[in-house]
């Protein structure tokens, strides 16, 4: 039995009681602030009554922390509670009146946090743990004696801002140590509503900030953006039927329903939005913060030293930066005598000269600037250009002041396309930024490769706009040639550089692309780059770019191996562009093998079957040819090494017609990661072909395997005494029901266009899984064609392989075959 009784107070309970009471209201009423507000009084009466009920004596009351003491209560939120009392209670009988408050309240299949103490307790407690009193900052009257509610709200405010000098810092130092864990929340694909950088805890952290009386947020948005977090943790409570705060990729689509939003990337959007205000507002407060305790800590001295009315004399020193700017206490401010309304460049040099200076731009500063300042004319000044070009080219501290223009809507103002790729989220997870955050983010990473250009201006702003056209409909390279022409226009670049920056925007994936799934020493290659650059000025630029870009993206983008190849691209591209005879004609020599290759190769040629190397090598330019720790099975077995950093494997075989699936079977049931791939052949010694396969793997735990192993396993493939596929299936079958989250998007097989002269080129986009390339390799051998060469690339979790095929002649297949040929294998593939 719990205490539950029948009886009603006004309209917040019927008489089938609490529970029924709850459901109603969870299932019925309007979401939002009203709701959370609405079950925070139907708790607060039904726990009312329980005290009651349980002969509570004078001197005891109820009172709600946190977030229950906020009117925060998500369907699923813990009850946050204090029994306060006076100290005059037996021990036993104060006992047993918890027992029945709390009882009823787990009966009714709610989590609870609950405490008894004194006021003094009360006190003692906060000051030893920084959690608690945050909590008791809200502490709020439920039921009982009211006036010692009143006491201990009185003390906890008191105790709070007589010690804020000392707490404050302590209050950012775990935020801070919380961001760290859980990540940034308005670029998380999943991310936690109340832990992250920007989420629930911080917007709780302001109100105690407000509360220290030291310093104060920025207010506007605030309430709004802490709202929108709420709704959304209500949905998602109510959806997934349980308590939490991590909004699951598998859940987001629901969720998005229940709010009435049009599909998970709105809701991440409106999410993201939240928190770029809140973070914002956090960065703005804090710095408050320390320049307000920096101040008193220096008045302290200063009065050590003089009397009390000579400190008060001093007035802030203004350093001047450019024309209308100065800083100020650390800060970017406008100068006494600037007129934003005369000055329509003043926002892009106040801008710039913070970045320049490494300094934030100040708040006060930022909505002035808003508020007043002149539109620029379109198209805009050359000073207005240069400025633009002067901020991106800032480095990292680019960053801060265009998030200050950002949260006072200056950038959409500035740029009006801006605003559809404005906290937009990106699906991919090799991308660890929102779009717009990418595009400044590339900016950043260019600043530092403007010594590779003789036109650094274009770089800057290439990088900015580069994915632009994220925010359309179709191919955003196609979408965004057309945008970044029109907002070139508009930042007044004449029309031939307007024309260049188009360009950069339509190809900016086109040097990575090609270096990893297209064969370099084939003249179609390197003639289509540079039919669709142009010239070499457009390629210099590009070139740096794509560097930007992958770096930007995140560490998985971009790597050595990549940079080589995107490198080489750029070299035989700038040849053809300025006439020089391209590299990898019909009658021209193959390209010379590496001597370790040129060994492996003659080894398996003589020996008649596989010879592998497994070769440990950094992926930094500290991986010298002397620092390589080598590892053959042919000649020599060794220890195998931990797995490093980009291990390479060479493998040199007689042709044979199941060369590529058994190879790639074998390192995955090895668990052997690819990361990349190369396949070539040769004929060393005249005898017949050999084929030479090099590998990038990484093992997916432990270290790697034994290069006589492999050896052992792929020759028994080879031979057929390895049934790989079946080894692969059983594994498969033995994982699948232990895999969670969304169901990946389904694979896909092209053939490319104008891919190459010499053979037909087949793009195989897939979820890279154990097993992916081997079950390639089994379709096209299926299928007959030779596999002529292949580039494997791993990009986080997807897989973008080309393989050029030939019929059994050495020729290219014919178009309908080749069609016939994509549509089995993405069959095949599950597709």
Not at 5 to 23: C, I, M, V
Not at 176 to 205: I, N, S, V
Not at 561 to 580: I, K, Q
Request: net charge neutral.
């Amino acid at each position: 039995m719990t205490a539950e009784t029948t009886e009603t107070t006004g309209k917040t309970e019927p008489d089938d009681g609490y529970a029924a009471a709850r459901l109603r209201l969870l299932t019925g009423a309007e979401s939002g602030p009203p709701r959370r507000a609405a079950l925070a009084s139907l708790t607060d009466a039904w726990l009312g009554r329980l005290l009651a009920g349980a002969g509570a004596p004078p001197g005891v009351a109820l009172v709600a922390v946190g977030g229950y003491g906020r009117r925060e209560l998500s369907p699923r939120s813990d009850l946050d509670v204090l029994l306060l009392h006076d100290g005059t209670m037996d021990p036993g009988e104060l006992a047993a009146l918890a027992d029945r408050l709390w009882y009823p309240v787990w009966d009714q299949g709610l989590d609870l946090d609950h405490a008894v103490r004194t006021p003094a307790e009360a006190r003692k407690t906060a000051a030893e743990d920084l959690k608690a009193q945050l909590g008791l900052l809200d502490a709020r009257h439920i039921a009982g004696d009211a006036a010692l509610t009143a006491v201990l709200r009185t003390e906890q405010f008191a105790q709070w801002r007589a010690h804020a000098p000392r707490r404050l810092p302590e209050l950012r130092e775990l935020g801070q140590e919380r961001a760290e864990r859980h990540g940034e929340l308005q670029y998380l694909l999943e991310p936690d509503l109340k832990e992250a950088r920007g989420g629930l805890r911080d917007a709780t952290a302001l109100r105690a900030v407000a509360a220290s009386w030291l310093a104060d947020a920025p207010r506007e948005g605030l309430a709004a953006a802490r709202a929108t977090l709420l709704d959304v943790r209500d949905a998602l409570h109510l959806t997934t039927g349980r308590g939490g705060d991590r909004l699951a990729l598998q859940d987001q689509d629901q969720v998005a329903v229940s709010l009435g939003v049009h599909g998970a990337d709105a809701l991440l959007r409106q999410v993201y939005e939240a928190a770029r205000t809140l973070t914002y507002a956090q960065d703005v407060t804090w710095r408050e913060v320390g320049r307000v305790l920096k101040a008193r800590g220096a008045r302290r001295g200063l009065r050590s030293l003089v009397g009390r009315g000579e400190a008060r004399r001093g007035a802030p020193e203004r350093t001047p930066l450019a024309e209308g700017v100065v800083e100020q206490d650390g800060e970017v401010v406008l100068a006494r005598t600037a007129r934003p309304e005369r000055d329509p460049c003043l926002v892009l040099r106040a801008a710039a000269a913070a970045a320049q200076a490494g300094l934030p731009l100040a708040l006060a500063t930022a909505r002035r600037l808003a508020k007043d300042a002149a539109p620029l004319p379109v198209p805009w000044p050359s000073e207005a250009r240069e400025l633009l070009v002067t901020l991106l080219g800032a480095g990292a501290d680019t960053v801060p002041v265009w998030e200050a223009l950002e949260a006072e809507g200056l950038v959409t103002a500035l740029l009006p396309d801006w605003e559809r790729v404005r906290c937009r989220p990106q699906r991919n997870p090799v991308h660890r930024w929102t779009v717009d955050r990418h595009l400044v983010e590339t900016a950043v990473q260019a600043s530092a490769l403007t010594r590779r250009v003789h036109r650094p201006d274009l770089l800057l702003v290439g990088a900015l706009l580069h994915d632009i056209g994220k925010g359309w409909p179709g191919d955003h390279s196609v979408a965004g040639e057309t945008i970044a022409r029109d907002m070139a226009a508009r930042i007044g670049f004449p029309p031939e550089e307007a024309a260049v920056l188009a360009r950069l925007v339509r190809h900016h994936l086109l040097l990575v692309e090609t270096a990893t799934r297209r064969d370099l020493a084939d003249p179609a290659t390197v003639g289509a780059v540079a039919t669709a650059v142009g010239d070499t000025g457009t390629l210099e630029l590009l070139h740096a770019l794509t560097e930007a870009d992958a770096r930007a993206t995140g560490p998985a983008a971009w790597s050595a191996w990549r940079s080589s190849l995107v490198t080489e691209l750029a070299r035989r591209t700038a040849a053809l562009l300025a006439g020089e005879a391209p590299a990898g004609q019909e009658d021209a020599e193959p390209a010379a093998l590496s001597a370790e290759a040129e060994r492996l190769a003659v080894e398996a040629a003589r020996t008649g079957g596989p010879v592998l190397a497994l070769r440990p090598r950094p992926e930094g330019p500290a991986g010298r040819a002397e620092d390589v720790v080598r590892q053959d099975a042919g000649a020599v077995d060794g220890e195998a090494p931990d797995a490093p950093v980009g291990v390479e494997l060479l493998v040199a075989l007689p042709g044979h017609p199941r060369a590529l699936s058994a190879v790639a079977g074998v390192l995955a049931l090895h668990r052997l990661t690819v990361r990349a791939a190369d396949l070539t052949r040769t004929d060393p010694v005249g005898a017949g072909p050999v084929l030479l396969l090099t590998w990038r793997v990484a093992a997916e735990y432990g270290s790697l395997p034994e290069a006589g192993r492999l050896r052992a396993d792929l020759r028994r493939a080879l031979e057929g005494t390895l049934d790989v596929a079946a080894r692969l299936a059983e594994r498969e079958k033995a994982y699948r029901g232990r895999r969670r989250g969304l169901q990946a998007p389904p694979p896909r097989v092209t053939v490319a266009p104008d891919g190459s002269r010499r053979a037909t080129v087949i793009e195989v986009r897939a979820q890279d899984a154990s097993g992916l390339l081997h079950r390639i390799g089994r379709g096209l051998e299926e299928a007959g064609v030779t596999v002529r060469s292949a580039h494997v690339s791993t990009l986080g979790a997807n897989a973008v392989d080309a393989f050029y095929v030939t019929d059994a002649m050495g020729a290219p297949l014919p178009r309908p075959a080749a069609e016939e040929l994509a549509r089995a294998l993405q069959t095949s593939l599950g597709g």
